[in-house]
């Protein structure tokens, strides 16, 4: 069965248009808390979501929907989407949602689902809830003496602060750091500060005034270059940079150099094969993650193992493998010994840990390895289908025959956008560049084809 609304992280689109409208978030209420309806016991659905305007009536319609097929609603308020996870577990809750669009613009929102676990769906599951909504929701009303009931749960901002300073070495403090802390005006604007604060440091914050659309506007993990600059001008040891949902994390040292994903994987794999603590003997890493991160591993005796990309077939991968240390380099990085998923601020502190243990700068102790030149270009297009274009083929063939094996070309569709991801990896920084411009007009000119022919 094709799938409609669900993509690569749950369900996302524009707020108001279809499939992110007030209706279709109404029979995801009703189509998954029928799902998860299950034993004699009244079910129960944790909700939280981030800072954006839409979130009032995304949240609204989902709880309408699980609480008429007989769901109890617990509602959190602003959390982090790790922190869904986190309280489906320990509250017993039968499911999780996250009301998020990421790291995407105010104008976008989306629906993430947990199960009890912890962890986020399965396609599998994901295809039964839609099947469910498309084939009719009569069925799963609840009779009018079994209707949920919803209240508002006051300490689960709590819980999560106490939850993430308990993966943070006990005999360590970050007394002495100064760090700046970029939450995108979004999901972890109270909870990240209060953490740092509270673990010792003394913390400079930004992108801690959400007013409904600011949401990853020129700030977060996103847009890392002001955070930067305020390092740099703060005369801060470090940047933290979460997204939207506070589930990527993006790291900068006290010079203002950037360290994406990949480089905080390197740094948080090697303090754990130190320490003991690395299962699997290998980190568990998208297709997008740099050549030089498999080099740097390899260097230090660990394998990468590379799944497709979105951070729940990182998770997938690592519990079939074995392996405690998985991510992306666009941030998130998932540590199966405390998270579900990605959490930017457990993966900060893990990184903070290894540099109070060594007692290095964040310049001396954060980057590993020389990253492979890598380009990556994403190309807004009408069609979908324009990959397979017979002239975009032949631009992505004669690409991979001019890099050989010293490097990659990687063509995939966006989950959650519009858009054809381009990336291409080699040795000689002019000769990606001139091949991921090749292909991308290759694209640029087939979408317009098609569109052309469309129209006529």
């Not at 808390?33 to 939280?48: C, Q, S």
Request: with cysteine.
């Amino acid at each position: 069965m094709s799938r409609r609304y669900f993509g690569t992280d749950g369900i996302r689109g524009l707020a108001n248009s279809e499939p992110m409208t007030a209706d279709i978030a109404l029979k995801v209420g009703m189509a998954a808390g029928y799902e998860f309806n299950r034993g004699e016991h009244r079910p129960r659905v944790v909700i939280a979501k981030d800072t954006r305007l839409s979130g009032y009536m995304i949240e609204t319609a989902l709880t309408s929907g699980f609480l008429s097929v007989g769901m109890h609603v617990l509602l959190v308020g602003p959390l982090p989407t790790p922190a869904v996870g986190m309280l489906a577990r320990s509250m017993r809750a039968d499911l999780g949602v996250m009301i998020s669009a990421s790291h995407n613009a105010y104008q976008d929102n989306g629906i993430k689902l947990f199960g009890p676990d912890g962890y986020k769906l399965s396609d599998e599951i994901e295809a039964r809830i839609e099947a469910r909504m498309q084939n009719g929701l009569a069925d799963c009303r609840a009779s009018a003496d079994q209707v949920g009931r919803a209240k508002r749960i006051d300490d689960a901002q709590g819980r999560y602060i106490e939850f993430v300073k308990r993966s943070f070495p006990k005999e360590l403090s970050l007394e002495g750091l100064k760090i700046v802390i970029d939450c995108a005006n979004g999901a972890g604007y109270v909870v990240g500060p209060i953490i740092l604060w509270e673990l010792g440091a003394e913390v400079v914050a930004m992108g801690v005034e959400p007013n409904g659309t600011n949401i990853n506007r020129e700030c977060g993990s996103t847009h890392p270059q002001k955070l930067c600059e305020r390092v740099v001008a703060e005369g801060a040891d470090l940047g933290i940079a979460l997204d939207g949902d506070a589930d990527r994390l993006m790291m900068c040292d006290e010079q203002g150099n950037l360290l994406d994903g990949d480089q905080l994987m390197a740094m948080i794999a090697t303090r754990w094969q130190q320490s003991g603590m690395l299962q699997g003997g290998a980190v568990v890493a998208t297709q997008m993650s740099n050549l030089g991160l498999a080099r740097y591993l390899e260097s230090i005796g660990l394998s990468l193992h590379r799944t497709q990309v979105g951070d729940r077939y990182v998770v997938e991968k690592m519990r079939e493998s074995g392996c405690n240390v998985g991510g992306e380099q666009s941030g998130h990085i998932i540590l199966g010994d405390y998270s579900t998923t990605g959490d930017g601020l457990i993966a900060a502190l893990q990184v903070l840990a290894m540099l109070k243990e060594d007692g290095r700068k964040m310049s001396e102790a954060g980057r590993l390895f020389e990253p492979v030149p890598q380009l990556l270009e994403n190309i807004r297009v009408k069609d979908m289908s324009v990959l397979e274009h017979e002239t975009v083929q032949r631009a992505i063939t004669q690409g991979e025959a001019e890099l050989g094996v010293q490097g990659r070309v990687l063509i995939r569709r966006s989950g959650t956008e519009p858009l054809i991801r381009v990336m291409v990896e080699g040795g000689n920084a002019s000769q990606i560049e001139a091949i991921a411009q090749r292909i991308s007009r290759a694209i640029e000119d087939a979408d317009n084809a098609q569109g052309a022919a469309r129209a006529g």
